[in-house]
């Protein structure tokens, strides 16, 4: 049974059933109805949410509970899967995974970037995110590894020393186990996508599956494209950038921005290090280095005031930069963790953004990603690398640089040269192709969370993606599937 959505509009269901015969759902209580049911396959009526609280009404379903992955460990990943806003049958499966490693793809990517949710200023309730990513994509967020957020181990030792091998491992675990959860959706198109370590994530990820497929002689991950933001790819190209982008955009002095360009990434000397410590204490604590046009929120003053039961919000240029708080409040509220069946075990932390009991490998920060990359492209699966151009942290410079050296390793010529795209009349970044395989794109005006404060160019930008489209190259508008585009 494939029940779409099941609605109690401020009443308690008291019972629900399934009721295998008739292929019908019978719920008992007033003020409830069904729609959209279809007597094809069982979903898990258990982690089906009924709604959350301060949830304006939607016409999409919402899925959220938990994967065990390793019984004997008792080891399970906490997911929140969200239909796609109309169409869910015809669209495909999105995987998104934030970084850290160690930070939430929930209270990240599903409460403050790309769901259909961002919570309200009061962090008691939501309002609807207008540029969702499942207006074209049903989509799938993980807590993933172990240890963050609401994912868990009863062996306490099982959070040390996790590794990107061990996340990958448990990610592939976690994906033939939801299958089984949502089977109708083993045959979807699938697209890997995430953000900032992630870039260690989801092509390792990617690795892991095709190594899977070529192995499986029945069931195969149907990978149609890999999408990273903003992504750690390979540490001392990437670091050098932080420092070219902090003297470019006038954040140090010429001084100790050359000091630091004419260093030896493979052996820094002291003088070096000096200088990157110099430069570190100048850009100081009061800029956000993830965004650096945006102001910064003071997380113990939106804090006190959301615990007053005060808006906490405060608007830079558009954006509400105290969300983190605000959604930090609201997925530790006692209701909420009950609404989205999570901490079922009743962790002796509360839910954070980031993880403080997760111990990585901190080794791993130096693999580098481009082999792995290469092998997903050499598989015919489209790689896309994006890069909100206002991020110090990991910035576009590095992953400009890193996707050409790759382009030239695969031998790739340029089928579309570095050019200006555009969404609603207005330049949405810049976008150069290799090989119609890889591409590399900016957005203009977001930072290292890209849809956090650009949402409606990377909406536009992951459409394209998912649908195969360039990036537009005119200014003039045109509506596909009731989206506007370019």
Same mark, same amino acid.
């Given at each position: 049974?494939?029940?779409?959505?099941?609605?109690?509009?401020?009443?308690?269901?008291?019972?629900?059933?399934?009721?295998?015969?008739?292929?019908?759902?019978?719920?008992?209580?007033?003020? @409830?109805?069904?729609?959209?049911?279809?007597?094809?396959?069982?979903?898990?009526?258990?982690?089906?949410?009924?709604?959350?609280?301060?949830?304006?009404?939607?016409?999409?379903?919402?899925?959220?509970?938990?994967?065990?992955?390793?019984?004997?460990?008792?080891?399970?990943?906490?997911?929140?899967?969200?239909?796609?806003?109309?169409?869910?049958?015809?669209?495909?499966?999105?995987?998104?995974?934030?970084?850290?490693?160690?930070?939430?793809?929930?209270?990240?990517?599903?409460?403050?970037?790309?769901?259909?949710?961002?919570?309200?200023?009061?962090?008691?309730?939501?309002?609807?995110?207008?540029?969702?990513?499942?207006?074209?994509?049903?989509?799938?967020?993980?807590?993933?590894?172990?240890?963050?957020?609401?994912?868990?181990?009863?062996?306490?030792?099982?959070?040390?020393?996790?590794?990107?091998?061990?996340?990958?491992?448990?990610?592939?675990?976690?994906?033939?186990?939801?299958?089984?959860?949502?089977?109708?959706?083993?045959?979807?198109?699938?697209?890997?996508?995430?953000?900032?370590?992630?870039?260690?994530?989801?092509?390792?990820?990617?690795?892991?599956?095709?190594?899977?497929?070529?192995?499986?002689?029945?069931?195969?991950?149907?990978?149609?494209?890999?999408?990273?933001?903003?992504?750690?790819?390979?540490?001392?190209?990437?670091?050098?950038?932080?420092?070219?982008?902090?003297?470019?955009?006038?954040?140090?002095?010429?001084?100790?921005?050359?000091?630091?360009?004419?260093?030896?990434?493979?052996?820094?000397?002291?003088? @070096?290090?000096?200088?990157?410590?110099?430069?570190?204490?100048?850009?100081?604590?009061?800029?956000?280095?993830?965004?650096?046009?945006?102001?910064? @929120?003071?997380?113990?003053?939106?804090?006190?005031?959301?615990?007053?039961?005060?808006?906490?919000?405060?608007?830079?240029?558009?954006?509400?930069?105290?969300?983190?708080?605000?959604?930090?409040?609201?997925?530790?509220?006692?209701?909420?963790?009950?609404?989205?069946?999570?901490?079922?075990?009743?962790?002796?932390?509360?839910?954070?953004?980031?993880?403080?009991?997760?111990?990585?490998?901190?080794?791993?920060?130096?693999?580098?990603?481009?082999?792995?990359?290469?092998?997903?492209?050499?598989?015919?699966?489209?790689?896309?690398?994006?890069?909100?151009?206002?991020?110090?942290?990991?910035?576009?410079?590095?992953?400009?640089?890193?996707?050409?050296?790759?382009?030239?390793?695969?031998?790739?010529?340029?089928?579309?040269?570095?050019?200006?795209?555009?969404?609603?009349?207005?330049?949405?970044?810049?976008?150069?192709?290799?090989?119609?395989?890889?591409?590399?794109?900016?957005?203009?005006?977001?930072?290292?969370?890209?849809?956090?404060?650009?949402?409606?160019?990377?909406?536009?930008?992951?459409?394209?993606?998912?649908?195969?489209?360039?990036?537009?190259?005119?200014?003039?508008?045109?509506?596909?599937?009731?989206?506007?585009?370019?």
């Amino acid at each position: 049974m494939d029940m779409k959505s099941v609605y109690c509009e401020g009443i308690e269901v008291i019972r629900m059933e399934k009721c295998w015969f008739f292929g019908v759902l019978i719920v008992v209580g007033y003020g @409830c109805f069904l729609r959209d049911i279809v007597g094809v396959e069982g979903y898990p009526i258990e982690d089906l949410i009924m709604k959350l609280p301060g949830q304006p009404k939607v016409e999409f379903s919402q899925y959220a509970g938990y994967v065990d992955i390793d019984v004997k460990h008792g080891r399970s990943l906490f997911y929140y899967f969200v239909e796609a806003d109309q169409y869910p049958h015809k669209k495909p499966l999105t995987l998104w995974l934030n970084g850290g490693p160690g930070c939430s793809s929930i209270g990240g990517g599903a409460f403050t970037e790309l769901g259909p949710f961002y919570s309200t200023g009061d962090g008691r309730g939501l309002q609807r995110n207008s540029n969702s990513w499942n207006k074209v994509s049903n989509l799938l967020f993980v807590e993933s590894p172990i240890g963050v957020g609401w994912s868990y181990s009863n062996i306490t030792s099982d959070y040390n020393n996790y590794d990107d091998a061990s996340t990958a491992n448990d990610m592939l675990l976690f994906m033939l186990k939801w299958y089984e959860k949502f089977p109708s959706y083993k045959s979807r198109n699938l697209f890997l996508t995430g953000e900032s370590y992630a870039g260690h994530f989801i092509p390792q990820l990617a690795n892991i599956l095709l190594d899977y497929n070529s192995h499986s002689t029945t069931f195969k991950f149907n990978i149609k494209g890999v999408a990273i933001g903003n992504p750690l790819l390979k540490l001392d190209r990437d670091t050098q950038a932080i420092y070219e982008y902090f003297w470019s955009h006038g954040m140090i002095s010429d001084e100790i921005g050359l000091a630091i360009m004419n260093c030896n990434y493979d052996n820094l000397t002291k003088s @070096c290090k000096d200088a990157m410590i110099d430069a570190q204490d100048i850009v100081g604590d009061y800029i956000d280095s993830y965004d650096v046009i945006l102001d910064v @929120c003071y997380p113990s003053i939106a804090e006190q005031e959301l615990r007053l039961k005060k808006m906490a919000t405060k608007i830079s240029l558009g954006v509400d930069v105290c969300m983190d708080s605000e959604i930090h409040f609201y997925l530790n509220l006692p209701e909420v963790q009950k609404a989205l069946h999570a901490n079922r075990t009743n962790l002796s932390y509360p839910w954070s953004m980031c993880s403080d009991v997760l111990n990585y490998n901190n080794a791993d920060h130096d693999i580098n990603m481009l082999p792995v990359l290469k092998r997903i492209v050499q598989n015919h699966i489209p790689v896309w690398v994006y890069s909100g151009d206002q991020d110090s942290v990991v910035p576009l410079l590095g992953s400009r640089t890193l996707i050409r050296e790759l382009a030239i390793d695969l031998k790739f010529n340029i089928t579309d040269p570095y050019r200006v795209w555009f969404h609603k009349g207005q330049v949405g970044g810049w976008v150069t192709e290799y090989g119609n395989l890889l591409t590399f794109a900016t957005v203009r005006g977001a930072g290292h969370m890209v849809s956090y404060a650009q949402p409606s160019r990377a909406l536009h930008l992951f459409s394209s993606f998912v649908s195969g489209r360039k990036l537009p190259n005119t200014s003039q508008p045109s509506i596909i599937d009731g989206i506007t585009y370019g």
